[in-house]
């Protein structure tokens, strides 16, 4: 079957009513920036909600999140974009990561997007790859300290597009 | 929930979490997918720019493991909330 307009709920259905009760933002406050080249000479990066990070480096706090479930880590893990598949930790609570662990480009194209540069699709993959832990439901945290962190490393880096594979 | 967030560009697809470009070995439809995540981005005009893929995953939805094998804390305190509320009102 062709799908024509996707049923976010459809794997979730027990979810629907609770975020249809959700308020929503307003669609003309929507930032917007068009891309300023074409995409073949765009630097790109990758961030996935996975709770994807080195093996080494400081785990998602899921010792929290177990003691207080209604709160989720809203920090950030930066991966080379030299590691490799088994180089890092696929980790979620929420979701079977088990999957990524056999194959990242099921949620994270790293291999699929670096087949892009080598192709000239893209200009170039950037060095840094970014991972949040995507259940946070207190998103300040996110807003006021992660993203700003991100977007400063991805600026040093000159990134011109970020691609965000939430699972 | 996407939509509800209002992003500038956003490409929807009806396949499981964890697996949303495809399932484990598929290069050829990660691919796919990912042309479209490209596409959107050169060929968006505007804000809240969706596109929906075509794309069906091939197992029933009730049958698609995507779920980790212990729930998450917060089902789990949920679920001890409605059993103890069950038991309060036997």
Redesign the interface.
């Known amino acids: 079957?062709?799908?024509?307009?996707?049923?976010?709920f459809?794997?979730?259905p027990k979810q629907k009513e609770r975020?249809e009760k959700?308020?929503?933002?307003?669609?003309t406050?929507?930032?917007?920036?068009p891309?300023s080249k074409?995409?073949l000479e765009c630097r790109v990066t990758l961030v996935s909600t996975?709770g994807i990070f080195m093996k080494g480096d400081v785990s998602f706090d899921y010792d929290r999140?177990?003691a207080e479930?209604?709160w989720g880590d809203p920090s950030h893990r930066e991966i080379p974009r030299t590691a490799g598949q088994d180089d890092v930790e696929y980790s979620?609570?929420?979701?079977?990561?088990s999957?990524?662990a056999?194959?990242r480009?099921?949620?994270w194209?790293v291999?699929?997007?670096k087949?892009?540069e080598s192709e000239g699709?893209?200009g170039s993959l950037a060095d840094t790859l970014y991972s949040i832990m995507g259940?946070i439901p207190n998103f300040n945290p996110l807003i006021k300290r992660t993203a700003p962190l991100m977007i400063d490393k991805m600026k040093s880096e000159e990134v011109d597009?970020v691609?965000i594979?939430?699972? | 929930?996407?939509?509800?967030?209002?992003?500038?560009r956003a490409a929807?697809?009806?396949y499981?979490?964890?697996?949303?470009?495809?399932?484990?070995?598929d290069?050829k439809m990660?691919?796919k997918i990912?042309d479209y995540?490209?596409d959107l981005?050169?060929s968006?005009q505007?804000?809240?720019t969706h596109v929906?893929?075509?794309?069906?995953w091939p197992e029933p939805?009730h049958q698609?493991?995507?779920?980790?094998?212990?729930p998450?804390?917060?089902l789990?305190?949920r679920m001890k909330e409605e059993e103890e509320a069950r038991n309060a009102t036997r």
């Not at chain 1, 079957?1 to 976010?8: A, F, L, Y």
């Not at chain 2, 929906?52 to 069906?56: I, M």
Request: charged share 20%; glycine share 6%; with cysteine.
């Open positions: 079957m062709v799908i024509t307009k996707v049923d976010g459809i794997f979730y975020i959700l308020g929503s933002s307003d669609p406050k929507t930032p917007w920036t891309l074409p995409l996975a999140e177990r479930p209604s979620h609570l929420h979701i079977d990561t999957f990524l056999k194959d480009n099921v949620a194209p291999d699929v997007f087949d892009y699709k893209i259940y597009a691609f594979i939430p699972v | 929930m996407t939509e509800k967030v209002a992003v500038p929807f697809i009806q499981p979490f964890g697996r949303q470009l495809g399932d484990v070995g290069r990660q691919r990912c995540m490209t981005l050169e968006a505007g804000p809240n929906h893929l075509p794309y069906e939805p698609t493991k995507w779920r980790p094998d212990l998450p804390p917060v789990l305190k």
